[in-house]
């Protein structure tokens, strides 16, 4: 059994001009956002065994500010650049070469591929992936290599915990 969870970034205001877009920051409602996702995520009691994210200054602020709150060590957290601005090809590629020593691993990223791959990956049809959004899908499978199309466990975003 393999699950993976896709969160979106959580929020980061638009309309910084000297900064470069990878490099745009979480505004207040997203830590805020981050915090709450955390800690509902905490409640399922789940064993998070490999976390990677996308450089991206915002998906990384999210991956720590989750990972403290399920007692994740941040500095195990996995850093891939190439997450931002990815395809869904590259990260179907990223998640069959995941260790199979891992059985849950969260992935952080950004829209639309994570909105898209979530679909791909559990056959479900997804109107809206907010920030800071988190989908879990369970495959029954051993390797990560063997991912075609799994089940959706849950999707949840702070919209709902307001």
């Given at each position: ?109 950004h829209n639309p591929t994570l909105h898209h791959l979530s679909q791909i990956l559990s056959g479900e049809i997804i109107i809206n992936f907010p920030t800071c959004t988190m989908y879990s899908i369970i495959f029954d499978l051993s390797s990560w290599s063997e991912i075609i ?14």
């Open positions: 059994m393999k699950k993976i969870i896709l969160i979106r970034h959580a929020e980061s205001p638009f309309g910084y001009i000297k900064i470069k877009d990878f490099d745009r920051p979480l505004n207040e409602t997203g830590i805020s956002e981050a915090n709450l996702m955390g800690n509902q995520i905490k409640k399922y009691k789940m064993k998070v065994d490999c976390i990677i994210t996308s450089g991206a200054n915002r998906a990384f602020n999210t991956s720590s500010i989750i990972a403290n709150c399920i007692c994740y060590n941040i500095k195990k957290i996995k850093i891939d650049d190439n997450i931002y601005n990815s395809s869904t090809d590259f990260m179907i590629n990223l998640i069959n070469n995941i260790s199979d020593d891992y059985k849950t691993v969260m992935i952080f990223g199309k799994g089940k959706k466990e849950f999707m949840i975003y702070p919209d709902l915990f307001k």
